[in-house]
């Protein structure tokens, strides 16, 4: 398992931006697919976005496409979700997650994951 570390979270207007951004903690995350999943208030934890292993290749939950990206950069060993257009609904924990190789949609598939940033967006 990797310990993973969330930032980036915070407050922001509907319709603007923030970037999230999760690293490891003690080790390389090089071979890990990485996923994004959050978590509103009275609701379960849902899929974000997940890249594979090189962030060649992406996936995104329907309700995200166009409004968010997920990327990476292995050589500073970090992992990003930047986020525009927020709208008030996405307001939630965010998490990310690790898992080898390849991406999954479903938290259960991720053995290692981070504490969460709070996003909040207001109208």
């Known amino acids: 398992q990797v310990q993973l570390v969330e930032s980036g979270g915070g407050p922001a207007q509907a319709g603007g931006s923030l970037r999230l951004s999760c690293a490891p903690s003690g080790r390389t995350f090089g071979s890990y697919a990485m996923g994004w999943f959050r978590q509103a208030p009275g609701k379960e934890r849902e899929f974000v976005a997940a890249c594979n292993w090189s962030g060649g290749s992406t996936y995104y939950a329907d309700f995200v496409k166009g409004r968010f990206t997920i990327s990476r950069d292995n050589a500073k060993n970090t992992v990003y979700l930047q986020m525009n257009s927020l709208k008030p609904e996405d307001t939630a924990v965010y998490y990310c997650?690790?898992?080898?190789?390849?991406?999954?949609?479903?938290?259960?598939?991720?053995?290692?994951w981070g504490r969460g940033t709070q996003v909040t967006v207001s109208s």
């Open positions: 997650a690790a898992r080898a190789i390849s991406w999954s949609s479903r938290e259960e598939d991720y053995a290692s």
